[in-house]
């Protein structure tokens, strides 16, 4: 799980936000809160997915951990292979896979200059994606995009990840 920053990871966090203090009445958590935080027992893993024993270990492991997405799910990060990092956003009320990343991220896009970060909150719908995409990725009208180091801005809503801004880096 990609968890653990370093600091020059969290330098590079903090200056990445800088583009948005002009979006910042609208890209901020508070905009995006929710009524309230799930506290209760975290259920079991539901998917009948056939999956490799990593990938359900991951799984069981992130459903343990805390909420930290809109009130009652779990997003979390594993390797994917290649230098890379795939998510999956869990239901801790139904222990559900309810939907995944749009893409897998490099861990050190463009030479190691871009490093993948996922930020987001317990009590917000808003989930904040910064780094290079692995594969194809969609514009905000649905257009195909260069591979390049991009921030985006996903609201989570109707267990689908909602993009509503993206910053080019």
Same mark, same amino acid.
């Given at each position: 799980? +990609?968890?653990? =920053?370093?600091?020059?990871?969290?330098?590079?966090? /903090? =200056? %990445?936000?800088?583009?948005?203090?002009?979006? &910042?009445?609208?890209?901020?958590? *508070?905009?995006?809160?929710?009524s @309230?935080?799930?506290?209760? *027992?975290?259920?079991?893993?539901?998917?009948?997915?056939? %999956?490799? @024993?990593?990938?359900?270990?991951?799984?069981?492991? /992130?459903?343990?951990?805390? !909420?930290?997405?809109?009130?009652?799910?779990?997003?979390?990060? !594993?390797?994917?292979?290649?230098?890379?990092?795939?998510?999956?956003?869990?239901?801790?009320?139904?222990?559900?896979?309810?939907?995944?990343?749009?893409?897998?991220y490099?861990?050190?896009?463009?030479?190691?200059?871009?490093?993948? /970060?996922?930020i987001?909150?317990?009590?917000?719908?808003?989930?904040? +994606?910064?780094?290079?995409? &692995?594969?194809?990725?969609?514009?905000?009208?649905? @257009? @195909?995009?260069n591979?390049?180091?991009?921030?985006?801005?996903?609201? =989570?809503?109707?267990?689908?990840?909602?993009?509503?801004?993206v =910053?080019?880096?």
């Amino acid at each position: 799980m +990609v968890n653990n =920053f370093s600091v020059r990871n969290w330098f590079f966090i /903090a =200056f %990445s936000l800088v583009p948005c203090a002009g979006y &910042a009445s609208t890209l901020n958590f *508070e905009n995006y809160k929710v009524s @309230e935080i799930y506290s209760g *027992e975290h259920y079991q893993l539901t998917s009948n997915e056939q %999956s490799d @024993e990593k990938w359900m270990t991951e799984r069981k492991n /992130a459903m343990e951990g805390p !909420v930290n997405l809109a009130g009652n799910y779990v997003v979390y990060t !594993v390797g994917c292979g290649g230098g890379t990092v795939c998510g999956e956003i869990l239901n801790v009320k139904t222990g559900e896979v309810v939907g995944s990343l749009p893409n897998a991220y490099y861990i050190n896009g463009e030479g190691g200059t871009a490093p993948f /970060a996922l930020i987001s909150k317990a009590d917000s719908r808003l989930l904040i +994606v910064i780094g290079v995409a &692995a594969d194809p990725e969609v514009g905000m009208s649905g @257009e @195909e995009v260069n591979q390049r180091n991009r921030q985006r801005y996903y609201e =989570f809503a109707d267990n689908e990840l909602h993009l509503i801004k993206v =910053f080019e880096k």
